[in-house]
Nanobody, 124 residues
Framework: QVQLVESGGGLVQAGDSLRLSCAASGRSFSSSAMGWFRQAPGKEREFVATIDWSGRNTFYSDSVKGRFTISRDNAKNTVYLQMNTLKPEDTAVYYC?????????????????WGQGTQVTVSS
């Protein structure tokens, strides 16, 4: 069993940066692929970024590529999402997710555990 707790969300202006953190409990974190997803009001949850168990392989959605960076610290059981040059369309609840598998995926069903989410609001 893995429990995930996100933090770091908030209200910022367009062009600002935020770093989200996701603290995981459970012994399997270091062997788990991790992902970040987001859900805006009235929209479906969508993929943002994923990182494999080693941290060497990452993958991003086209909408955030070049602006967001996913990373992990297995010693701290934490995954991060550095978000730069934020835009109003990045406004959403951001969710951290963990998979029992170690490889990356952009599919929601690939992930077995989810956090409660953290709100990110970007004003124009």
């Amino acid at each position: 069993q893995v429990q995930l707790v996100e933090s770091g969300g908030g209200l910022v202006q367009a062009g600002d940066s935020l770093r989200l953190s996701c603290a995981a409990s459970g012994r399997s974190f270091s062997s788990s692929a991790m992902g970040w997803f987001r859900q805006a009001p009235g929209k479906e949850r969508e993929f943002v970024a994923t990182i494999d168990w080693s941290g060497r392989n990452t993958f991003y959605s086209d909408s955030v590529k070049g602006r967001f960076t996913i990373s992990r610290d297995n010693a701290k059981n934490t995954v991060y999402l550095q978000m730069n040059t934020l835009k109003p369309e990045d406004t959403a609840v951001y969710y951290c997710a963990a998979s029992r598998l170690g490889i990356t995926s952009d599919r929601l069903k690939f992930y077995d555990y989810w956090g409660q989410g953290t709100q990110v609001t970007v004003s124009s």
